[in-house]
Every structure is written in C-alpha cells, then in structure tokens.
C-alpha cells in the first residue's frame, strides 16, 4: 500500500494508523512508574485497527509479565471528524476496503462494511466514553474498550451511538447511568487531557506504547510489533523481568478473557491456527463455547 497521512488508512506493513503532524519534537519525555516495576502508558483508539491488530501480543503479555507491568490506556483522537481530505480517502466508504485488507494481514476480524452500512462521523464519542468508563474501574474500562471494538469491527455497529455505547457498559458491568453522566461531563476534560499528553509525548500514530521503569528509562514500541519486541521493551527497562507459566487449556484462557479471536486462542494456547480452530468448533458442538461469525472471521465467547 501507498504511504498515507490518513489516520483511517492504517498502514499494514508498518502496523501504524498516524495522525497528522502535530509540530512537536517527538522527544522521548520521562514517563515514570508507581506501583509495579514497568509501567505502560499506551495510546489507542476504540477505532484503530492497528490496536486491534496487537492484541494478541497485549493479551499474552498480561498474562506471562502481569505481575511486573501496569498499563494505562490513553486516547489519541484518531479521528475528529470528516472535514478533511488527505491519504487518498474523503468520505466513510472509502475505509470500507481497506479495513477488510488489514483484516487479511493481521489475522484478526474486520468487517470494514460498518463504513457502508452505518458510518461512524467521528472517534471522539467512544473515546470520551473510555475516559467514563476509567472513572469508575480500570480493568471494567478495559474490557469496555473491548466490547466497543468487537461492536464496530465484527458487528458493523456505530459505536458513537449512546445506544451501543451503553450496550457496552453493560455487558463490562459498569454502571451505565454513571457512565452517562461521567460522558456527559467530567470525561471530556480527561480525553482532552490524553489529547494534550500525546502532543506532549510527540505521539504521531497508533499503537504507540512507553515502557517506563520507576528512573523515567523509556522504551517506545511504535505500530505492530511482534510479541518479542514487548518483552524485549519491557527487559530493557526491567532487567529483573521474569516471564510466569500460566495456564494454556482452553477453560483457564476464557476464564481471564471471555472472547477471544481464533488467532488470540491459537497464540495464547501455543497451537497452529487449524489446531486452534478445529478445538474452537469443537468446543461450540460440545457447547461450551458460542461463535459470533463475521465476514473476515470469527468470534468465540464463554458461556
């Protein structure tokens, strides 16, 4: 694919959805760590298709580094809204095919016919309501942004609708009269702070993750990575860093992750992807599993 200065039009080759310039001077500032040895500050966005890329590397590193990192999810702000022409698109529909190209590189489901079907205007609502769902648990806020991307990226919905909006609240158990409020109000001022912290940090695109220990060491990681690249970061920073055993049956893995894509299973549960899928359908004739098909791949869920 052609270089691009459109957020939308993520680059697969180099895993990076940028944003435009932003002036800075793309230093390396200190960002330091508190209660664990590393801490993480991760910049993403509900809609990046490069963070959806990396979470199977996310989810194996909390799993096997838990106990030594910290990460705290900021939003970049990939895309305001339409009022600009840039990286060859001008309009939703544009996105449609090439969301179902990256979806074929990164191995992970992407139905890009949400741009066709119903086109989300902006990423700053489920944004703004990530920095709501942070205000009342961190971990509920994860698995909020979680539910946000499997809406938009398999079931093709408009996630800056209060409707969808709340539907994920809900299902990360969150109090969704308080998440509106916190949306409504305090919320904004947190996003415009993460906004203001990327500018700060010279952030110039998605993913970008600072590995910090408590001194300010920092490591960047910048766009897709493979796994090895994470905790490369994450033992440069913290050479005391040891890798935990945990457990790879099925059970124990959607016991910590309640859905998983075919290539997160196959990848935390060390098997080949046909290995993988033909335990996955398996698992869902045993039913102990459902499966959410979508256009470019599947869903599984615990029951």
Known sequence: MKANTNPLLCDPETGICEIPATGQDGKTQN???????????????????????IEPQLKKLKLEYGR?????????????????????ISKPSDVAHHWDEVSLHYKMP???????????????????????AQLQDKLKAVAFL???????????????????????GTQAGLN??????DFEGKAKELFNEDLALARKLGVRGFPTLFVSNASGDTEIIYGVKPYANFEAGIKKVFAGAEKAVYARDWKSLFA???????????????????????RLVNLVKEDQLTV???KNGALWIRK
Not at 176 to 181: D, H, P, R
Request: aromatic letters at 12%; a negative charge; one cysteine or more.
């Open 110 to 132: 992407i139905d890009g016919d949400v741009w066709l079907a119903d086109p989300l205007d902006s990423s700053y609502p489920p944004s703004i309501a990530c920095k709501a």
């Open 256 to 278: 910590v992750y309640p859905t998983l894509t075919l290539r997160e299973f196959a990848e935390l549960s060390d098997m080949t992807f046909q290995e993988a899928e033909q």
């Open 176 to 181: 969704t009269q308080q998440l509106k409020a």
């Open 146 to 168: 979680r539910a946000l991307r499997e809406m938009v990226f398999l079931q093709k919905k408009n996630i800056t609708k209060w409707e969808y909006i709340e539907q994920a």
């Open 292 to 294: 959410f098909e979508s």
């Open 68 to 88: 030594d990192i910290e990460i705290n999810y900021h939003m970049g702000g990939l895309l305001p809204d339409w009022s600009y022409n840039s990286g060859g």
């Open 31 to 53: 960002v330091t760590a508190e209660n664990k040895p590393v801490k993480i500050v991760y910049f993403t966005d509900p809609i990046c298709s490069s963070c959806w890329g």
